[in-house]
């Protein structure tokens, strides 16, 4: 996935320990934010993979964050990208293009 940002303020995590943005992916409970902060108004390449009982993140190709998760169970919650129906504020501010989604864990 390619995304750029477009917001410059800071936002407060659930316990104010992070003030910055950061590329976030999601898996059910679980959520994994990148070590590095999103540029302002230019494209970045970001990649999630869930495989074998973790979630990471990587940015330019970079491993950029983990977390273990177990292994997938199945559900019929939907695929939301940019976004998450969990919590207020939660959309991306920025575009988003080129969006790939693989059955298997890409190297």
């Keep these: 996935m390619l995304a750029t940002n477009t917001v410059t303020d800071e936002f407060c995590d659930r316990d104010c320990t992070n003030r910055s943005h950061r590329f976030k992916s999601e898996v059910g409970e679980f959520q994994v934010r990148s070590a590095s902060q999103p540029g302002i108004d230019a494209w970045q390449h970001v990649a999630?993979?869930?495989?074998?009982?973790?979630?990471?993140?990587?940015?330019?190709?970079?491993?950029?964050?983990?977390?273990?998760?177990?292994?997938?169970?199945?559900?019929?919650?939907?695929?939301?990208?940019?976004?998450?129906?969990?919590?207020?504020?939660?959309?991306?501010r920025g575009a988003i293009d080129e969006v790939r989604i693989w059955a298997v864990a890409r190297t």
Excluded: C, E, R
């Design 48 to 92: 999630a993979v869930w495989d074998s009982g973790q979630l990471k993140i990587y940015v330019y190709g970079q491993f950029d964050g983990v977390i273990n998760t177990g292994h997938p169970v199945p559900n019929s919650f939907p695929l939301w990208i940019g976004s998450s129906p969990f919590g207020a504020d939660t959309n991306w």
